[in-house]
């Protein structure tokens, strides 16, 4: 099982640059772009710069009412602008974070075991033309791998999307959903006999 999980992760630190795949590295070089980063600083902002409600027990007729709700927008504004700051902040460390680790050994040993294991070749041409070797990975180096992933994916779709997904707990969510679905489906007609 763990060969395939390789295999799959693998794919998502391919080094070839193709505006089809939905490689870490390549998605790095897509957002950094400086039009990019200011079109997702802004769209954080104006995700977050939306309407004040006023208080409950505020009427339009109340005297402070235009000096409370002038306070409110401008903590709302206030705020919106420090969740922009902080999801461009975030994105160029993602970026830098993506970047030193496609480059690292463990992705460099990681894409020769997948090679190995995919292809079902003895020797690599990165074997064949790495002067050091290829270093090996260990089961650690595979979990590790699999969590910088599956964290650097979550913060990757909060700060683009505008919205968190945790793969954990929602893909398991998900999975249950369609084993429940498949298995209905093969014991209805049993029960149906």
Known sequence: MLRAEIIETQSVWDSKFDIDTIALPMIAYLLDDKHVLATLKQETFDGHNTYVAPPRDLSQDDPDYEQVMAALRKHHRDFA??????????????????????????????????????????????????????????????????????????????????????ISTDVRRIEEEHAKALWLQYLRPLDEA
Request: net charge positive.
């Open 81 to 166: 602008q420090s969740q922009a700051d902080r999801g461009e902040k975030e994105l160029r460390a993602i970026i830098a974070e993506i970047r030193t680790e496609a480059k690292s050994d463990r992705i460099r040993g990681f894409r020769n075991f997948r090679m190995r294991s995919a292809h079902l070749v003895i020797q690599t041409r990165a074997e064949r033309g790495a002067p050091g070797g290829i270093p090996k990975i260990t089961f650690d180096d595979a979990s590790d791998i699999l969590e910088c992933t599956i964290t650097l994916t979550e913060r990757l779709y909060c700060w683009v999307c505008g919205t968190s997904f945790d």
